[in-house]
């Protein structure tokens, strides 16, 4: 379990971590979803015990990190979003290496390493050196290397960024069977995807706060259960809203000349909407419809469309 309390950290004037509050519970896969500087390695590293907090506490089941951290360090894994291994060491060399931190005995550390180049598929190339091995292998052992002393808890700070979709799908299997066992994951991704598929629950962070959190299905009630609309034409954001008050509306993004908004279950339909713009002389040039999904979601909370 991760417990996490108005964990807070400023970089100058930059509140990097602006106070944010949530809990990974047991055996949960949780997703930490959010566009480039949102705050996401920058809590990972708190949690992590990397870097000081300047307020707020982190617990790892009950261990408080900042007090007791080599407690914490024992149970607690991390593997970083940049990569983290020896390019002249082989892959069984770099896994000696990262294990040795941690105190296991010979025995144990030996069947870990054999274990974990098992695991990610690298027994056959484990005594070539990292710089011979391609982008998503070094993913793979950076991953292994972060589970080496079998972490009850992890934290995975974007495991497939940058590999092909291949290599992609390889590490989220690695890492659906690593839930699978009941390990605590605590995952970040800029992938809409990922999160979805992949995560028990999401929490949404962007400028350093977390913007909402729940499973796919409640964050999608943020859109409301209705179709999307999608709609281009000549109006400003304020004509547009105003020709349709009274209507119950949820505006996902509103720009000049595009407009995307959901209309509820049983309130008006698509038809009153066009009858009501056409009252007031807007003129529409395009219109779609699309299913609620995460990504609407995203827009909606942070006014931005999330993009690899
Ligand atoms: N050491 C540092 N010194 C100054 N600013 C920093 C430092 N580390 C991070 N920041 C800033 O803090 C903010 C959050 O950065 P962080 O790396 O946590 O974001 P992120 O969500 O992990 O982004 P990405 O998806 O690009 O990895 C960014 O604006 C970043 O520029
Ligand atoms: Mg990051």
Same mark, same amino acid.
């Given at each position: 379990m991760i417990l996490v309390e108005e964990l807070k950290k400023s970089y100058g004037e930059l509140?990097?971590?602006?106070?944010i509050s949530f809990e990974v519970l047991e055996g949960e896969l949780f997703g930490f979803l959010g566009p480039n500087g949102a705050g996401k390695t920058t809590t990972l590293s708190m949690i992590s015990g990397l870097l000081k907090p300047d307020g707020g506490r982190v617990m790892i089941n009950d261990i408080d990190v900042w007090q007791t951290p080599k407690a914490a360090k024992r149970i607690l894994g991390l593997v970083p979003q940049d990569v983290a291994l020896y390019?002249? #060491?082989?892959a069984r060399e770099n896994l000696r290496f990262w294990g040795g #931190?941690?105190? #296991?005995?010979s025995s144990e550390l030996k069947s870990n390493i054999e274990k974990w180049l098992d695991r990610v598929g690298l027994t056959d190339r484990a005594n070539d050196a990292v710089s011979k091995y391609s982008g998503g292998m070094k993913r793979r052992l950076n991953l292994a290397a972060g589970m080496i002393h079998n972490p009850q808890i992890v934290l995975l700070d974007e495991p497939t960024v940058g590999i092909d979709p291949q290599a992609r799908n390889n590490i989220l299997e690695i890492i659906r069977e690593i839930a699978r066992e009941g390990v605590t994951i605590l995952f970040t991704t800029h992938h809409l995807e990922e999160a979805e598929t992949l995560c028990n629950r999401i929490a949404i962070m962007d400028h350093g706060k977390i913007l909402q959190t729940g499973t796919v299905d409640e964050l999608a009630q943020v859109v409301g259960d209705g179709d999307l609309v999608n709609l281009h034409g000549s109006f400003s954001p304020a004509a547009f809203k105003s020709a349709l008050t009274g209507l119950s509306i949820n505006f996902i993004n509103i720009a000049d000349g595009s407009a995307k908004f959901s209309l509820a279950? $049983?309130?008006? $339909?698509i038809s009153v909407v066009i009858q009501k713009l056409s009252e007031a002389g807007i003129s529409i040039e395009d219109l779609s419809m699309e299913k609620p999904s995460l990504e609407s979601v995203f827009l909606k909370l942070t006014g931005r469309e999330l993009r690899d």
């Open positions: 509140r990097a971590v602006d106070g390019e002249e #060491l082989t #931190l941690y105190h #296991l005995s279950q $049983n309130g008006a $339909n």
